[in-house]
């Protein structure tokens, strides 16, 4: 079973950094994208960034320039995403998911997308 297991987040004055950690357990194919999103209270979930197998990164407009998003493989399979964020402001606070978009084998011959979810890490800024 996949499990995505998020870790770095905690409460942080505003200016500060906090680096965001997830990581992929059990058997998958293949990773296409992994991405980080965060709901704040009363607010809808959103895409933070993603970033793609061969490494392209993918930012919304309120987090470019202080958020950088990273991975690493194992035997060519994304299963670490890093978030590293900068200049943190108190509109930043949410709870941040990560998420991954890739395939998992039915069997030999067929495969299936699949999408799997953190149960998410929260992001206090305080001002």
């Known amino acids: 079973q996949v499990q995505l297991v998020e870790s770095g987040g905690g409460l942080v004055q505003a200016g500060g950094s906090l680096r965001l950690s997830c990581v992929v357990s059990?058997?998958?194919?293949?990773?296409?994208?992994l991405g980080w999103y965060r709901q704040a209270p009363g607010k809808q979930r959103e895409l933070v960034a993603s970033?793609?197998?061969?490494?392209?990164?993918?930012?919304?407009d309120s987090v470019k320039d202080r958020f950088a998003i990273s991975s690493e493989k194992v035997e060519n399979v994304m299963k670490t995403t890093y978030l590293q964020m900068n200049s943190l402001q108190p509109e930043d606070t949410a709870v941040y998911f990560c998420?991954?978009?890739?395939?998992?084998?039915?069997?030999?011959?067929?495969?299936?997308?699949?999408?799997?979810w953190g149960k998410g890490t929260l992001v206090t800024v305080s001002s």
């Open positions: 998420h991954l978009e890739g395939f998992e084998e039915v069997d030999k011959s067929n495969l299936r997308s699949v999408d799997y």
């Open positions: 059990g058997s998958i194919f293949s990773i296409n994208v």
């Open positions: 970033i793609t197998y061969d490494g392209t990164p993918t930012y919304t």
